[in-house]
């Protein structure tokens, strides 16, 4: 009984290295295939605090940073600050910036932000949930989509984003 129970453990001991790698091949596929897949995003019409409108046709032949957040969220506050820099450094080169107010936050709220804070890029209000749900269903704040000229996802950030990175990413788009 113990030669066979030492045999047995022996044999799993011999193929847990086996089974990570198949694990870790696994995940890189799924990753390959997530990177591969191309996410257009929907017809919607984003409504900025002054009431204009901003479909997402006009949104074509531009980058654009959807930056969904609330005023209750900590790190959506953190980030806003890089939000404007990143948009300051890179709006001449044609980069549009949407930040998209969830639901549940109060629109007083959100307006006292935008202007205590100087937002200088476009704040939408999604009063009833709409562009969430349209994007995927985000519940998570912040959620930050960069958006391609041809209206393709090509980047999905839930949190902070790198910043480093993700200014890697608006150069190499907007120089396309």
């Known amino acids: 009984m113990q030669e066979s129970a030492a045999s047995s453990s022996y044999s799993r001991r011999r193929l847990l290295p086996w089974i990570a790698a198949l694990a870790v091949v696994m995940i890189i596929g799924i990753g390959y295939l997530s ?9 919607v019409t984003f409504i900025d605090l002054q009431g204009k409108q901003i479909t997402s ?4 032949g531009k980058v654009t940073i959807l930056n969904f957040w609330a005023t209750s969220c900590v790190t959506c506050v953190k980030e806003m600050p890089d939000m404007v820099a990143t948009y ?27 202007e205590t804070r100087q937002l200088p ?23 930050t989509l960069v958006i391609d000229k041809q209206g393709q996802v090509i980047k999905r950030y839930v949190g902070e984003p790198d910043f480093d990175g993700l200014h890697r990413l608006l150069e190499k788009a907007l120089a396309v």
């Not at 990177?35 to 017809?43: F, R, S």
């Not at 046709?57 to 074509?60: A, G, S, V």
């Open 121 to 143: 890029f476009t704040v939408s209000l999604d009063a009833k949930g709409e562009l969430a749900k349209a994007f995927g269903d985000i519940r998570l704040t912040p959620t």
């Open 57 to 60: 046709q006009d949104l074509r």
């Open 88 to 114: 300051n450094r890179y709006h001449k080169d044609g980069l549009e910036l949407i930040a998209v107010a969830m639901a549940y936050d109060p629109p007083n709220y959100v307006l006292n932000f935008v």
């Open 35 to 43: 990177m591969t897949k191309k996410e257009t995003i929907p017809d």
